[in-house]
T-cell receptor
């Protein structure tokens, strides 16, 4: 089945530690995205990548880093510089040539900082 | 200019009733208006979308109504069912890639049996 796989589903981290969230897609989509979801805040864009080896900051990139070494993979690192990292993180992809709007989401990773 | 304002934050409807969620935007450059549905613990999924060249789009029990002059669009769920209980997000985008998509803050819909 084609889709987006995020792991881990739940993650606990101590303050001061970096943590990496995995996102893999087998939809052959060019573009991939990371969103953060907080209760009552909607979805906010952290980073996005339209092509391998290139990525751009979204609206709330501070304290996060990404890489895009393969078309299928777009891991997100939540660094110790992120002041409030506890959130639900969503990875998405889209076939870029279709233009805006059609995002396919993974099931999310819930990060809790203890 | 980039905001999409969604209301209400939460909505409770009886089974068989009509659920209505409203969104308003300011940026007249927006030209794509999707709605996403999210069940607890899952990622959102595209439900239905509209472009401003039409005033209404219907897919089964779900209808988007679009008012370009008022810069508003709404989602109507007819004959609401308990299985429709989810969080709904409206969004808007201008020409370009999906990185341009701006989301509303979401509406939590509960349909009572």
């Amino acid at each position: 089945d084609g889709g987006i796989t995020q792991s881990p589903k739940y993650l606990f981290r101590k303050e001061g530690q970096n943590v990496t969230l995995s996102c893999e897609q087998n939809l052959n989509h060019d573009a991939m995205y990371w969103y953060r979801q907080d209760p009552g805040q909607g979805l906010r864009l952290i980073y996005y990548s339209q092509i391998v080896n290139d990525f751009q900051k979204g609206d709330i990139a501070e304290g996060y880093s990404v890489s895009r070494e393969k078309k299928e993979s777009f891991p997100l690192t939540v660094t110790s510089a992120q002041k409030n990292p506890t959130a639900f993180y969503l990875c998405a992809s889209s076939p870029y040539d279709r233009g805006a709007g059609e995002l396919f989401f993974g099931e999310g990773s819930r990060l809790t900082v203890l | 200019q980039q905001q999409v304002k969604q209301s209400p934050q939460s909505l409770i409807v009886q089974k068989g009733g009509i659920s209505i969620i409203n969104c308003a935007y300011e940026n007249t450059a927006f030209d794509y208006f999707p709605w996403y549905q999210q069940f607890p613990g899952k990622g959102p999924a595209l439900l239905i979308a509209i472009r401003p060249d039409v005033s209404e789009k219907k897919e089964g029990r779900f209808t988007i109504s679009f008012n370009k002059s008022a810069k508003q669009f709404s989602l109507h769920i007819m004959d609401s069912q308990p299985g429709d209980s989810a969080t709904y997000f409206c969004a808007a985008s201008r020409a370009g890639g999906s990185e341009k998509l701006v989301f509303g803050k979401g509406t939590k819909l509960t349909v009572n049996p």
